[in-house]
């Protein structure tokens, strides 16, 4: 089976869950014996680059129309959107050439294609930018709306990460598409307890984009009243940051000694996860829109209980009280009180750590879940097969 994937932040390309989900994919067909191809821009590199990595073919290709356009105030007049889609569709049509893939898989955020490639096209959703606009009730982007429609109409076959994400993607696009879900995965050998680490008990853990979506000023405001509470109480995030925002967070603490309990680290390496989930006692996962939640399997792996926001994915991907528990953030008082509730009683957490990580090994483990991918692939061939021998 040869499999291509479209991939704008393929690893070490800077990336998000997208990127990490495309890798673990990859790299898990290419174990089983399948050709795999990942084509997509790379914003960090200065040249077109082909390589192997871990026997995936990956061609990481210079992005000729970023940031290209007029500057007016805060908006920028250009046609690169559109002209980036049509170079990376050429460039894939140049591959499919080559490569002659069986499936072509891409993704929904912000639609990278232009046109519909010859061979079968999964998208995959993962939350794009119309689906989170619509439901945080934001105005969209006509633009991106145009784009991520434009990509889903062509798929062949639909997954998502979530029932969740799928339901609201095709609901804000205006548009009904049967889909499959296949969840997220982690790897629960690399995620896992580590018995050197010793737990904080007083320490929390946020990790991901410092970004409104992600919940933070509810975050901040819970804090507040978690710091009064319990002062021995401390909160670090991880995750890349922009200035402005993070100052604006910091001025929703209500007394200058709160900001001695609050650490902003910055992006991490991924590799370096393990002992920061592992050296935390909870992990809040405040989002208020949450595609799927890898930061949640990723701590629930390593023994680490997970306070979640009670919307979303959350409800699909976790259940309440075991190794997890559904807060509503917008409730600070509440949220407060129950996080507090839990630091308090330590052999809590501890118990509740084994039966998270309990959890992901049954529902989210790679084992099982990049398995199930490969299985849906098969499906698709062998449908295309029966459907071809039918037509001749």
């Given amino acids: 089976?040869?499999?291509?994937?479209?991939?704008?932040?393929?690893?070490?390309?800077?990336?998000?869950?997208?990127?990490?989900?495309?890798?673990?994919?990859?790299?898990?067909?290419?174990?089983?014996g399948h050709d795999v191809l990942v084509l997509g821009y790379d914003k960090s590199i200065k040249k077109d680059i082909?390589?192997?990595?871990?026997?995936?073919?990956?061609?990481r290709l210079l992005n000729p129309y970023l940031n290209k356009g007029i500057k007016?105030?805060?908006?920028?007049?250009?046609?690169?959107?559109?002209?980036?889609?049509?170079?990376?569709?050429?460039?894939?049509?140049?591959?499919?050439?080559?490569?002659?893939?069986?499936?072509?898989?891409?993704?929904?955020?912000?639609?990278?294609?232009?046109?519909?490639?010859k061979s079968h096209l999964i998208v995959r959703m993962h939350g794009a930018n119309s689906a989170y606009q619509y439901f945080e009730k934001k105005r969209m982007s006509r633009l991106l709306y145009f784009f991520e429609k434009r990509n889903i109409q062509m798929a062949d076959t639909l997954i998502s990460v979530s029932k969740h994400m799928a339901d609201l993607t095709l609901e804000s696009?205006?548009?009904?598409?049967?889909?499959?879900?296949?969840?997220?995965?982690?790897?629960?050998?690399?995620?896992?307890?580590?018995?050197?680490?010793?737990?904080?008990p007083n320490l929390l853990l946020f990790v991901g984009r410092i970004h409104p979506r992600k919940g933070l000023e509810e975050l901040f405001m819970t804090m507040n009243?978690?710091?009064?509470?319990?002062?021995?109480?401390?909160?670090q995030l991880l995750g890349a940051f922009d200035p402005v925002f993070k100052n604006q967070l910091e001025g929703l603490l209500k007394s200058d000694a709160y900001l001695e309990k609050v650490e902003f680290f910055g992006k991490i390496p991924h590799s370096e996860l393990v002992d920061h989930y592992n050296k935390a006692s909870l992990v809040l996962v405040p989002s208020r829109a949450e595609a799927f939640g890898l930061v949640a399997i990723e701590a629930m792996a390593c023994e680490t209980p997970v306070c979640m926001a009670?919307?979303?994915?959350?409800?699909?991907?976790?259940?309440?009280?075991?190794?997890?528990?559904?807060?509503?953030?917008?409730?600070?008082?509440?949220?407060?009180?129950?996080?507090?509730?839990?630091?308090?009683?330590?052999?809590?957490?501890?118990?509740?750590?084994?039966?998270?990580?309990?959890?992901?090994?049954?529902?989210?483990?790679?084992?099982?879940?990049?398995?199930?991918?490969?299985?849906?692939?098969?499906q698709i061939l062998s449908a295309k097969a029966k459907t071809k021998a039918i037509e001749s």
């Avoid at 479209?6 to 067909?29: S, W």
């Avoid at 009243?225 to 909160?235: A, G, H, N, S």
């Avoid at 949220?335 to 509730?341: G, Q, T, V, W």
């Fill in 225 to 235: 009243i978690i710091f009064e509470k319990r002062p021995q109480t401390k909160l």
């Fill in 310 to 378: 009670n919307k979303a994915s959350g409800p699909e991907i976790i259940r309440d009280g075991e190794g997890a528990w559904l807060l509503n953030y917008d409730n600070s008082e509440e949220s407060a009180n129950l996080i507090i509730e839990k630091l308090s009683r330590p052999e809590l957490i501890s118990k509740q750590g084994k039966v998270a990580r309990a959890h992901i090994k049954d529902h989210f483990s790679s084992e099982k879940i990049l398995k199930k991918n490969v299985q849906f692939y098969h």
């Fill in 1 to 32: 089976m040869r499999l291509l994937f479209i991939c704008n932040e393929y690893p070490p390309a800077p990336h998000g869950g997208i990127g990490i989900v495309v890798k673990d994919i990859a790299e898990y067909l290419v174990a089983q």
């Fill in 72 to 117: 007016i105030s805060r908006f920028r007049l250009s046609a690169g959107p559109y002209l980036e889609r049509k170079h990376l569709s050429k460039r894939l049509k140049k591959q499919i050439a080559y490569f002659n893939p069986d499936i072509i898989e891409s993704y929904d955020w912000s639609g990278p294609l232009w046109s519909k490639p």
């Fill in 173 to 200: 696009l205006r548009m009904n598409k049967d889909y499959s879900v296949i969840y997220n995965c982690v790897d629960t050998t690399f995620f896992t307890n580590q018995q050197e680490v010793r737990r904080d």
């Fill in 50 to 59: 082909s390589e192997s990595s871990n026997g995936v073919i990956v061609h």
